[in-house]
């Protein structure tokens, strides 16, 4: 968050994609050799949403640590939930990681609420849930699947943002954009091809 406040938001989404770039990286860290089409995917998908996010180079030294750091945590925490779905059920994983994120977050209530009308609640109500629901089927997938093939498939996200801003806010792409989503449906189709 505190990168998106301080960089472009093409800067941000670009640096925190670099994660699952470095989930592969580390994959052999658990065990794991991820095939080389499946590197092809990865660099396929950053190229991707460098189209779409069309990132500006910011020179706020601040904000660009911040997407970094986030980058290299977040590929911590994919890699740690590909090593607990060898022990741990899905649910048991989510709901530990939604008690101590819940735990760690809670000083930011200090700050005050954003709550302000019922219509904001209910939209933070359905944050929660979406949210815990996604979590629950990509700790499911990382149970299924190599890590480096899972973390691919983040690369979708700008491409449903896409859809969701053409469909809900009448927002059309560039021809950037729609060359970055054809960038990030080709990696993941690359990725999700059984290996021969």
């Known amino acids: 968050f505190e990168a998106i406040a301080r960089l472009p938001l093409g800067d941000a989404v670009l640096i925190t994609y670099m994660s699952p770039l470095l989930v592969g990286v580390a994959s052999p860290l658990v065990g794991e050799r991820p095939p080389p089409r499946i590197w092809a995917a990865l660099a396929l998908g950053l190229v991707g949403v460098a189209f779409v996010a069309g990132p500006a180079a910011s020179d706020d030294l601040i904000g660009l640590g ?46 005050g609420t954003a709550v302000d009308s019922p219509r904001t609640a209910g939209l933070m109500v359905a944050v929660g849930l979406l949210g815990a629901i ?38 059309y792409p560039s021809g950037a954009g729609i060359v970055g989503t054809m960038c990030v449906a080709l990696a993941g189709f690359i990725a999700a091809r059984p290996p021969q």
């Open 66 to 111: 911040c997407a970094v750091v986030a980058a290299f945590c977040a590929a911590g925490a994919y890699l740690s939930v590909r090593t607990l779905t060898r022990t741990d059920s899905s649910e048991v994983i989510v709901f530990w990681f939604g008690v101590i994120g819940t735990f760690l977050a809670a000083p930011t209530l200090l700050q």
């Open 134 to 171: 996604a979590q629950t089927l990509m700790t499911k997938a990382y149970a299924v699947a190599n890590a480096a093939q899972v973390s691919v498939v983040q690369y979708a996200t700008p491409v449903f943002a896409y859809a969701l801003g053409l469909v809900l806010l009448h927002e």
